[in-house]
T-cell receptor, first 114, second 111 residues
Framework: EAGVAQSPRYKIIEKRQSVAFWCNPI?????LYWYQQILGQGPKLLIQ????????DSQLPKDRFSAERLKGVDSTLKIQPAKLEDSAVYLC????????????FGQGTRLTVV | GQQLNQSPQSMFIQEGEDVSMNCTSS?????WLWYKQDPGEGPVLLIA?????ELTSNGRLTAQFGITRKDSFLNISASIPSDVGIYFC???????????FGTGTRLKVLA
């Protein structure tokens, strides 16, 4: 079974530029998560999808971050415009369903904003 | 919001020693999961717990679901150098099923 795929692995941009990350979850997994992990901290949930609907986006900075999951499979997370404090690893994860099933993570995208 | 606090924050141990760490919450969890994260990688699931009082092993790792459902424990026996990494507890919150992570325990093993 293929794991969660993310791209790119690394991205360096200047502040005020825009950037997009892509995630392909494990086949058949209904729930998809985007996390932000700042160096030295645990992952912080940004947005959670159930199929193509948003379950929770309470910690997503909606003035600059957006995410979509068209057709309930792949997902993209966009930042526009980026700030220095957005430098972090962005992790995508998926689980078979929500509410207690194990989540599996991709390798993440390390974003550096300069 | 709900938070998961882990202790200790970091630990240095000698190879061969046993390790214990815990995770506490201010609210009840119905599922506890333990993950390990290596540098530059995403977290990898180690153990999942689904029932209060449950004790589950995975090789040298043993985890327990606390009776109060507000805590969980992870033990590593006879540590080896590849145990180095950050260990996170995690779980879905009740109601909204937001999947949140603890603050992490950073483990370093001295050969």
């Amino acid at each position: 079974e293929a794991g969660v795929a993310q791209s790119p692995r690394y991205k360096i941009i200047e502040k005020r530029q825009s950037v997009a990350f892509w995630c392909n979850p494990i086949s058949g997994h209904a729930t998809l998560y985007w996390y932000q992990q700042i160096l030295g901290q645990g992952p912080k949930l940004l947005i959670q999808f159930q199929n193509n609907g948003v379950v929770d986006d309470s910690q997503l900075p909606k003035d600059r971050f957006s995410a979509e999951r068209l057709k309930g499979v792949d997902s993209t997370l966009k930042i526009q415009p980026a700030k220095l404090e957005d430098s972090a690893v962005y992790l995508c994860a998926s689980s078979r369903d929500r509410g207690g099933t194990e989540a599996f993570f991709g390798q993440g995208t390390r974003l550096t904003v300069v | 919001g709900q938070q998961l606090n882990q202790s200790p924050q970091s630990m240095f141990i000698q190879e061969g020693e046993d390790v214990s760490m815990n995770c506490t919450s201010s609210s009840i969890f119905n599922t506890w999961l333990w993950y390990k994260q290596d540098p530059g990688e995403g977290p990898v699931l180690l153990i999942a717990l689904y029932k209060a009082g449950e004790l589950t092993s995975n090789g040298r790792l043993t985890a327990q679901f606390g009776i109060t459902r507000k805590d969980s424990f992870l033990n590593i026996s006879a540590s080896i150098p590849s145990d180095v990494g950050i260990y996170f507890c995690a779980g879905p919150t009740s109601g909204t099923y937001k999947y949140i992570f603890g603050t992490g325990t950073r483990l370093k093993v001295l050969a």
